[in-house]
């Protein structure tokens, strides 16, 4: 890619005095054309990130590469990860103590949904979120309902908070949210995206139980095993798009932009999803064919380090996706301006 343009085009009037107030949504000092390019982004969301107008697929995927180092989203990442990982157990107090409320079969009911998470999650950090949520479980009362929740829920809606942060990144926006709104709409997102995986738990846990139905009741064999793998297929097809429907839930509440429009789809989504399997199931492979002996090196400490390494691979995913979307975005924006003749035609604006 070409070298941003460095025209001065200095902020007057009404434009220089939202600059300095702090709701600005803009990061500080940018390129003047890189910050027409991003105000766009922001003001005037695409209807549809799948049609590039005619902009070469090269060019994003270049845009995307530089902005992904532009952006630091290696160190983006890890902060996620390691934002996860504390979000993580308030979640599960929060979780244990509604289900308490509710009845205690819902626990092991829950518990059951849990175990299809190892189709994705390494074997020893699954290990210790169950034995963590079995003992959040064990000590779930009324008393906490009332007194820890809200609490939990606080803090279990750092993760969020986090992906607030990195989308404004990718965005190139800053948040100008007050603290009590954007970290309640954290809070809200967060019990929105904790239904999502939820519901991606019951349908696989749906699916698996009619196929076993299924499988069982049907006397002719070859019918019995047309209809288990029928029922696993859309089992895993509803999951995948209920997958799809969580990133995409991210992308749209995560980054402070002036104007949002809802897709259900995205370029983004698809590839952070596709990355995120793919890295997830390279880790169980990785973790169980070459490093068999980790537990024994890292003792008890070993099962945080793959919890942890897999909530990085989580949260660079996301970012990846989000890069992808805001610099298609990015790309057909100043595609627009430079045919309007609002950006030098020979121009490569870079944020």
Not at 122 to 133: G, R
Request: with cysteine; proline share 3%.
């Amino acid at each position: 890619m070409g070298n941003c343009i460095s025209a001065e085009m200095p902020e007057t009037g009404a434009q220089g005095a939202k600059a300095a107030t702090a709701k600005d949504h803009r990061i500080g000092w940018m390129d003047p054309l890189a910050q027409r390019v991003w105000d766009t982004v922001s003001n005037s969301p695409l209807h549809s990130l799948w049609d590039f107008e005619g902009m070469p697929a090269s060019v994003v995927w270049k845009r995307t590469f530089k902005a992904c180092i532009d952006d630091n989203l290696l160190s983006r990442a890890a902060e996620l990860g390691y934002y996860f990982l504390f979000a993580l157990f308030p979640m599960l107090v929060s979780a244990s103590a509604l289900l308490g409320l509710a009845a205690r079969h819902a626990v092991d009911i829950y518990l059951r949904l849990l175990q299809y998470l190892t189709l994705i999650v390494p074997a020893a950090a699954y290990d210790m979120v169950i034995d963590t949520f079995n003992q959040a479980t064990a000590h779930a009362t009324s008393g906490k309902i009332t007194l820890g929740l809200v609490t939990a829920l606080w803090s279990a809606s750092v993760g969020f908070s986090a992906m607030q942060d990195g989308m404004n990144t990718v965005y190139k926006v800053r948040e100008s949210r007050p603290y009590w709104k954007a970290r309640g709409a954290a809070v809200l997102v967060t019990l929105l995206l904790g239904g999502i995986v939820t519901l991606n738990l019951a349908i696989l846990f749906g699916g698996d139980f009619l196929a076993r139905m299924a499988a069982q009741h049907l006397l002719h064999s070859a019918l019995a095993i047309s209809a288990e793998v029928l029922l696993r297929g859309i089992s895993y097809v509803l999951a995948l798009a209920t997958l799809v429907l969580l990133f995409n839930a991210i992308y749209y509440f995560a980054p402070d932009l002036q104007a949002k429009r809802w897709h259900w789809i995205t370029p983004g989504a698809v590839m952070g999803i596709a990355g995120w399997i793919a890295a997830s199931l390279g880790l169980r492979l990785y973790l169980h064919y070459f490093l068999a002996s980790y537990s024994v090196t890292y003792g008890s400490l070993g099962a945080v380090i793959v919890l942890l390494t897999w909530f990085y691979i989580t949260g660079l995913m996301l970012l990846l996706g989000a890069e992808l979307n805001s610099e298609i975005q990015a790309a057909v924006v100043e595609k627009r301006l430079k045919e309007r003749g609002e950006l030098p035609a020979e121009s490569t604006v870079r944020g």
